[in-house]
C-alpha cells in the first residue's frame, strides 16, 4: 500500500526523520522510501522535489544553471531530451559547478556535462528536507529516488541506471578524451627520457 509523503507529514510533524535518535516510538519513521507507521510498512511514491528552475546554455558554450544556495541535498535533472539524473550532493552550489566545468579524470562529471550540452539544458528540482548533512543519509534517498525513477520506466543519465544508446555512447567519448590524454603524457614522456 502507498501512503503520500504530504499525507504523513499533515499527520504528524515527525513523520520525516532522517536520524535514527530522534524517532518516537508508534511514530511514523522515514528510512528512504519506507514508512513504518501504527506497526505497518509502506512504500512513498516520490520525494517532494521542488522545482528550482531551468538550465540554459551560456553564451562560452557551457551550462548555466540557477543560482543555487550553499545547503546539502538531492537533485534531480531533467534534460530538454527528457533524460534525467538524480544525484546527492553535501553542497548543491559546488556540484553543479562542477557540471559547468568538469574536473579532470571525473567520468560522471562529464558524462553529465556532455548530456547536458547534448540536450541543449533542462530544468532542475531539489530536495533540501530533513537533516542531509550526512553522507549516508543523502545516499539512502538518493537511492529511492533513482529506484523511483527506473521503476516508473524513466530513461537515467545515472551509472546504475538502464544503459542505453546515449549512455554508452558518452561513456566512450570520455573514455577516447582521457586514453588521447594518457597517450600523449606517455609519448611526451618518453621523448624526455630519449634526451
Not at 499525507?7 to 535518535?21: G, P, Q, T
Not at 528552475?53 to 544553471?65: A, D, E, S, V, Y
Not at 538531492?74 to 550532493?89: M, P, V
Not at 578524451?177 to 634526451?195: G, I, P, R, T, V
Request: overall charge positive; aromatic content about 10%.
Amino acid at each position: 500500500m502507498a501512503l503520500d509523503v504530504q499525507w504523513l507529514r499533515s499527520k504528524d510533524r515527525h513523520a520525516v526523520c532522517y536520524d535514527e535518535r530522534f524517532l518516537i516510538p508508534g511514530r511514523p519513521r522515514h528510512l528512504g522510501r519506507l514508512f513504518f507507521f501504527q506497526g505497518k510498512k509502506y512504500m512513498t511514491d516520490t520525494l517532494a522535489w521542488q522545482p528550482f528552475g531551468l538550465i540554459t546554455i551560456c553564451n562560452k558554450g557551457w551550462p548555466k544553471f540557477p543560482e543555487m544556495p550553499e545547503v546539502s541535498g538531492l537533485y534531480r535533472i531533467t534534460l530538454n531530451n527528457g533524460q534525467t539524473y538524480i544525484g546527492e550532493a553535501g553542497s548543491l552550489r559546488r556540484r553543479l559547478y562542477e557540471y559547468r566545468r568538469p574536473t579532470p579524470g571525473i567520468e560522471q562529471e562529464h558524462r553529465v556535462h556532455g548530456a547536458l550540452m547534448a540536450a541543449q539544458g533542462g530544468k532542475i528540482d531539489i530536495y533540501t528536507e530533513g537533516d542531509l548533512s550526512t553522507r549516508q543519509a543523502r545516499m539512502k534517498l538518493e537511492s529511492a529516488a533513482i529506484k523511483a525513477a527506473l521503476d516508473a520506466g524513466g530513461t537515467l543519465i545515472n551509472l546504475d541506471g538502464h544503459d542505453n544508446a546515449d549512455n554508452l555512447k558518452r561513456k566512450i567519448e570520455y573514455l577516447e578524451e582521457e586514453l588521447d590524454k594518457a597517450k600523449h603524457k606517455f609519448s611526451a614522456l618518453q621523448k624526455s627520457c630519449e634526451k
